[in-house]
């Protein structure tokens, strides 16, 4: 029974690549070691979870198995005969992955979109406003002696994060792990992770930002201005965070939702970047955008190489045309703009708002996935395809933008998003010769 | 069995003592061969002026200049080169291309080949996110490529110099050279992206870097003899401590010094400084700032041990990116810039930030100015590289601009005599009227770089050479580039013809082919004692410091499409 | 009894271990709730496993009902999932993000009982 070591869970952010993989003849995992909950759900969770089989295509409103020669005919001539599509998603998929979708939007001037777009989106903005001021996982594990988690919640998102990267890690400059370490959560309602913390700050629900002008403005030596009360912390409490920050050598911002999704949206972000720029003046700071789906950042990589874009990207000119708030995927859908949607490695259906959804119940849905879920419920033509990074080996970007090779661990029926992509190019170039 | 015959072309080619000569080039199978049958496709060069394909011998245009990407989504719109930067719609043979400073990897290698260029190499990669350059390079169409691995601050590196193992960190070196596959060793501010690490930074040759007991001088002349004790290529490619301050020249001088001793295991230098103009700079703050590049080509002209490159400025918009992680924080809170920074765990520092260079700030002016005394004040082209270190200095889609700068006195004239009063006194450039031939730019842009960095079959037009070529669209006898300077800077901005490996990829500046690259990266091979032992230390590191396993850390086969192993024998 | 309350949505450990497993009931489990303050609950009357209906501008969905301390009064949380998606909101302000988190939301106590995933997505077809 092959025991594969150092192989690379494919899940979340933490792109962790320790894990240890037992194979048995039949082809089937039988053993997983030093996975979390999530990452077993992964493993072996794709013997246990509804699968999709076969291609299909709804035929007066059920979906219908169907040959791949067939599904791939129609799914091509919806995207030649649409005017706009959405191509979103290719997020829980490989790099090579997102080229040939790029690829596949570029040919058919469509828009193309990722996670990002409900997720870390807004982090992008804030980075274009204020730029990203980081630095890879293994400086926070060895010299972070002040961890802050703002407005995340790794306990349940990011179930590793804590030992292997952050609190609980031990590195080169902090042996003794948590002992040396001081963790502060910060978010509008006690959670798991904050239960773990050294301190604890609430926050009322969607002042971030005040809270962080009110911690630039005492770190940049202007505490006179800071009245008694902001965002629901004390004046008090604040001079102690801003000492607490400044007397750090070194601390790392974790960040999440909870300053992505919460009014004020990316202006949050560009308010912990120039937070961290100002903290710098003082002691060294970074920051890391906790990721949700364990490629959602490679999509980022790949399409900014690709089109100079990380998300929202429109190829109606065909060129590269960016403008998020316009061309996001959300966006688009509640402007009802789009006439035909593919959706890959992404779910839209559990994970877009009502409005968004309506549309893409309107207009035909092209999905590639694994397993059924709630876009399936929504969408026209299926394709199955293999779990990249456990049938299917590429690179993904972790949440610290550094690139790891998932591998193969068994063999597999299904093809590759890739491999759909890629056909989808070909059929569409036929049908638009033809 | 493609055979090609160019007729007529006046053929440049310092490395035969060639100087617009008249003659033919024959290409079969993609390399310069003696004759070709009656078979072959005629071309006609007309007498044009014809080089070997273009060499950019230091460019960040794969893995940190994504970062510049990302954060500068406003560079992609811009569009100051016409013909070279902006956004372009895809075509039956090109993908779509966006950018100026940053422009996406399908634009980086069209415009490359446009501009007569045919191999890159990519200035900086650490070990850590080597595979994200060789993702890069994947869709970079055209260019040949290598990169430089960085390790001047690395941990593995400085703990054997403390320790004084030389052998174990030479071992060290090959194998960070294979798992990034890098082509040679990178240095920048050696020791400071340590300092960064706590957001300090070293203040020169003999300031020893916090927690690890090296100096950067050590750093240098042991990286320096592991270099030269492996064979490779290459020379120790060197960003000098205290880039960016006024009277940084003297760190320049001493860095060089340092080399004097090293002897070269190749026919080539034993060091090579990089972006010199950014390290040229005299006075003591920035109100009697100036240039020092006359005392830096003074040491330059009577070294025999060094070559260096330029890191020309162009006016306007420009964004910098470094491992030099704490001179771009410096820069962004003095400019008010927005920065990026990326920290690589036991590796190094970088940072990201966008500018723009005035030629009315009287600091941008000398700065401009002193890239170009330092071209025409080192007699030997041989010692020049030429060099933008895009899109730090400016894009490299200026260079047929700044090749007007070299090669007319009237045209600098032009530039310079907008400049205030200020800015004139503290430059020598003025006084220099020297302009170069099309011979020594050739030499600069081409044939220098094949000597550098050891590749024999590059930068030269002679039996048995790539069919890497370019031809522009200008006749040698009859232009007088000093005076019909933008007819020159035209010539240079598309080629007639450019040819990879005898493949016909631009013709009257358009794209005709897209052919993928080759990656060449070094193979040094160490005894196997010596590779084991520093294999234990290794693993240590990556079972208690490193986030990622060591089985998953070298970049695997898969990412170089076209490689080129070159081997290379340790002398242990 | 109404409460008004802010509602927003997030992870949780078993929304992430059922990410693949959509149409199982262990997901229905753990994302067709609402999380609120036990002080919160008793003004509403209810206990734990009896329905809320949870009423934004943008739609209205059916949810069972949990306690949890760590919320402060007036904050909802349900997981993220087609059950949260049904009430928040698609604005984006023109940045691209639809408002996940923080949405006034007025909750009661309903005999309603929660729909199933499909026939939820189902309502959106039909639409």
Partial sequence: MPVIKNAVCSLCGCLCDDITVTVDEENKITKIENACILGHSKFQGMFEHERIETPMIRKAGKLVSVSYEEALETAAKILVNSKRTLSYGWCSTSCEAISKAIQLAEETGSLIDSTANVCH?????????????????????????????????????????????????????????????????????????????????????????????????????????????????????????????????????????????????????????????????????????????????????????????????????????????????????????????????????????????????????????????????????????????????????????????????????????????????????????? | MSEILIKNASVCDPFQGIDCEKMDLCIRNGKIVESVSSKAKVIDAKGRLTLAGGFDGHTHSAGKINVGRFMNPNDARRNPVPGLSGKVARTEKTRAQVGYNTPNTYAIGYRYAKLGYTTICEAAMPPLSARHTHEEFKEIPILDKMGLTLLGSNWQVMEYIRDKEPEKLAAYVAWA??????????????????????????????????????????????????????????????????????????????????????????????????????????????????????????????????????????????????????????????????????????????????????????????????????????????????????????SFVNYPEVVTYLMSAKKREEVYSGFSELALGKMVLPEIDRELSFSELAVMTRAIQSKMYGRPEKGKLTIGADADIAIYELVPEKIDPSVEHEKVKQAFSATAYTFKDGKLVVKEGNIEASPMGKTYWVNADVPERVDSAMQKDLELKFKKYYTVSKSNYMVEDEYLPNPVEITTKGDF | MTLNANLISGRTAQQGANLEAKTSRAYFDACAYCELNSKDLEQLDVAEGDCLKVKTEFGEIVVFAKANNGNPQGLAFIPMGPWANAVLSPETHGCGMPGLKGVPAKIKRTKEKPLDMKSLMRSYREA
């Avoid at chain 1, 292997?164 to 959670?191: A, H, N, W």
């Fill in chain 2, 177 to 394: 050279l294979k798992a990034s596959r890098g082509y040679g060793i990178k240095i920048v501010n050696p020791g400071g992206g340590e300092a960064w690490g706590w957001g300090r930074n070293v203040s020169g040759l003999y300031d020893p870097v916090p927690n690890f007991e090296v100096t950067p001088a050590e750093i240098l002349i042991e990286l320096g003899k592991a270099n030269e004790k492996l064979n490779l290529p290459h020379s120790v490619h060197v960003h000098c401590n205290n880039l960016g301050h006024p009277g940084n020249y003297e760190t320049t001088l001493e860095t060089m010094k340092l080399f004097e001793k090293i002897k070269p295991s190749q026919e080539r230098q034993s060091l090579h400084v990089t972006h010199v103009q950014f390290n040229a700079y005299a006075g003591t703050s920035w109100r009697d700032f100036e240039t020092g590049a006359p005392m830096v080509s003074d040491y330059i002209n009577q070294a025999k041990h060094l070559t260096f490159d330029m890191g020309q400025l162009i006016f306007g918009p420009a964004v910098t990116m470094t491992a030099d992680g704490p001179v771009e924080y410096a820069n962004s809170r003095m400019l008010h810039e927005k920065w990026s920074n990326q920290d690589v765990e036991l590796e190094d520092a970088s940072g990201v930030v966008p500018l723009s260079y005035s030629p009315k700030s009287f600091v941008n002016a000398v700065q401009w100015a002193i890239g170009l005394e330092l071209a025409l004040l080192v007699k030997d082209p041989w010692k020049v590289m030429f060099t933008t270190d895009s899109p730090n200095g400016g």
């Fill in chain 1, 121 to 434: 989106g807004p982090s992008a903005l804030a980075a274009q406003e204020k730029g990203s001021p980081g630095a890879t996982l293994g400086e926070i594990k060895n010299r972070a002696d002040l961890i802050i988690f703002w407005g995340c919640n790794p306990v349940h998102a990011h179930p590793r994060h804590l030992s292997r990267y952050s609190s609980f890690s031990k590195g080169f400059f902090v042996p003794r792990g948590r002992k040396e370490r001081k963790m502060l959560v910060i978010d509008v309602r006690k959670t798991d992770t904050a239960k773990l913390a050294d301190k604890y700050v609430e926050i009322e629900q969607g002042a971030d930002l005040l809270l962080i002008t009110a911690l630039r403005s005492i770190i940049n030596g202007h505490e006179e201005v800071i009245p008694e009360k902001v965002a629901g912390v004390s004046k008090e409490e604040l001079l102690e965070l801003a000492k607490l920050m400044k007397e750090a050598k070194f601390l790392c911002v974790f960040f999440g939702m909870g300053v992505t999704q919460s009014r004020s949206k990316y202006k949050n972000g560009d308010g912990v970047a120039s937070l961290i720029s100002d903290l710098n003046q003082h002691t060294k700071a970074v920051m890391i955008g906790m990721r949700g789906h364990y490629n959602v950042t490679g999509f980022g990589q790949v399409a900014t190489w690709e089109t100079g874009f990380p998300m929202a990207i429109d190829f109606a000119k065909g060129y590269p045309y960016y403008n998020p708030g316009e061309t996001g995927a959300n966006d688009v859908l509640v402007r009802e703009e789009v006439d035909a949607a593919i959706i890959a490695a992404a779910d839209p259906g559990a994970h877009f708002p009502q409005k968004a959804l309506r549309q893409l119940a309107k207009i035909p849905l092209i999905q590639i996935d694994p397993y059924a879920n709630p876009t399936t419920e929504l969408a026209d033509v299926v394709f199955p395809t293999a779990v990249v990074g456990i049938e299917a080996e590429g690179s993904a970007y972790r949440m610290d933008a550094i690139s790891i090779r998932m591998k193969k661990l068994i063999e597999t029926k299904f093809k590759t998003d890739e491999e759909i992509a890629k056909d989808l190019i070909e059929k569409v170039r036929e049908l638009k010769r033809g």
